[in-house]
């Protein structure tokens, strides 16, 4: 098992990516505090997978220091932390507001700041490591992604500076993965909301999709265990695509 023994908080872990980042981290012998805001789904988790359950917004500044208290409360220490909640939602620049853009950074880029700021003192003792999850819109993004691709672009400089700078100063790893698209129940859903049809992942185009599927849960899952693990070793500040095709110099075919 990579994480026997380990003592770790997942933000968002009650559905989608995070909720089997939680389950492969505790088939790979970690102890996980499950974070989500949906009591119903948080508990069922929690139950199955005999961990600690904390419901709270991370919008709320407070919350970060809730997580740690908790995982101090339920583990006695703390090895990692997987930064996973996000909002992952819709907008352009003419519908945009100051308040829906703070919202959207609050979660998305200040949370894991502040959480990871808490935790400090803890993983220093335990030279624990921090796996933020980005995404490959942090490069650009849809149009209709605008202040989710803003945010997970402020992510990746948090994740390469204070990669950089908690290594040297206090020996933990600071490392982020970005996923590509990936087919969680939200994301089925979001898609339907749009106008696509039931079973939408089935028949996309190779464009978007060249190994003619997806990426799954699990599949990112199973490279924030790396980063968690003592097999990555030293590795910090590092940003991990995870994606079916490259974005610097693809050349898709004209339509």
């Known amino acids: 098992m990579r994480l026997r023994d380990k003592a770790l908080i997942v933000t968002g872990s009650t559905t ?15 102890r996980v505090l499950i ?25 709320q500044p407070a919350t970060a220091g809730e997580l740690v208290q908790a995982a101090l409360s339920a583990f006695g220490k703390l090895d990692g932390i ?15 507001t100051a308040a829906f853009f703070d919202e959207v950074m609050a979660v998305n880029c200040r949370a894991p700041l502040l959480l990871i700021k808490e935790a400090l003192p803890h993983l220093a003792k335990t030279r624990g490591a921090v796996v933020n999850i980005g995404s490959v819109n942090a490069y650009c993004g849809e149009e209709n992604l605008l202040p989710y691709s ?3 672009g402020a992510l990746m400089t948090l994740s390469r500076n204070l990669g950089d700078t908690l290594m040297r100063q206090h020996h933990v790893r600071v490392n982020q993965i970005n996923p590509g698209w990936t087919l969680t129940a939200n994301e089925k859903d979001a898609k339907r909301r749009e106008g696509m049809p039931d079973d939408w992942w089935t028949t996309l185009p190779s464009l978007f999709a060249p190994a003619g599927c997806l990426f799954e849960p699990a599949e990112i899952a199973e490279a ?24 610097i110099g693809r050349n898709p075919p004209k339509l």
């Open 16 to 30: 989608g990516i995070g909720e089997a980042i939680a389950r492969r981290c505790t088939a790979e012998g970690a």
């Open 35 to 59: 974070h989500g805001r949906n009591e119903t789904e948080g508990a069922a988790l929690a139950a199955e997978l005999k961990a600690p359950l904390l419901l709270a917004d991370l919008a």
């Open 82 to 96: 997987v930064n996973n909640a996000a909002l992952v939602v819709r907008a352009q620049l003419p519908e945009l």
């Open 150 to 152: 803003i945010s997970k």
């Open 224 to 247: 924030v265990v790396y980063f968690l693990s003592d097999a990555s070793g030293p590795i910090s500040g590092q940003v991990l695509d995870i994606e079916q095709h490259p974005f």
